[in-house]
């Protein structure tokens, strides 16, 4: 069965020190627009476990280098209210997608600027916003000459009477996030 509870997974990648973001295209009898991957989250399932099943579904990737979470979290109706949860999902710039053609027509890699003017929905052009945000942070501003670092930054979200809760970014000395853990 499946629960009011929603994952989007924005994947992108690294290639040759440019990020890239990969925007699926619905099939035109479901409105034709573009977006990440989205899905819902079955009973028994986690949030994590559906992101993943997800992405194997509709774009065929079983090997994720790295998973951002707490990205963006939104709600809405359809006509039922959903929670939707929204990760940052990095892949080798060598994964091949294949499409489930069931759901989308379509697949590209996209810069920033392409992937955002692409984007049909407010909501996951704010979560691309952030995920870029994020990801321009870490490659421009908090790479070191060693090979992994852990950096500290704020997530952007306030907790209830105290300040901004952090994260803890594991990356490597491309710049690929390895882990990521909020404190």
Known sequence: MRL???VEGIIF?????VIEYLLLKRLPERNGFWQP????VEEGETREEALRREIREETGVKNIIAL?????????????PNQEYVYGV?????????LDGKEHSEC????????????????????LRRLNRTLTRLTLSHLGPQNANKRLMSTGKKTE????????????RFGSVLSMATI
């Open 4 to 6: 009011p509870v929603q």
């Open 13 to 17: 990648r690294r290639n040759g020190g």
């Open 37 to 40: 991957v989205t899905g819902g």
């Open 68 to 80: 951002i979470e707490g990205l963006y979290y939104f709600e809405f109706s359809d006509p039922n």
């Open 90 to 98: 990095e892949v080798s710039p060598s994964e091949e997608i294949v």
């Open 108 to 127: 590209r890699w996209c810069s920033y600027k392409e992937a955002l003017r692409s984007l049909n929905w407010k909501e996951n052009k704010v979560a």
């Open 161 to 172: 009477g105290a300040g901004h809760l952090f994260a803890l970014f594991t990356v490597n």
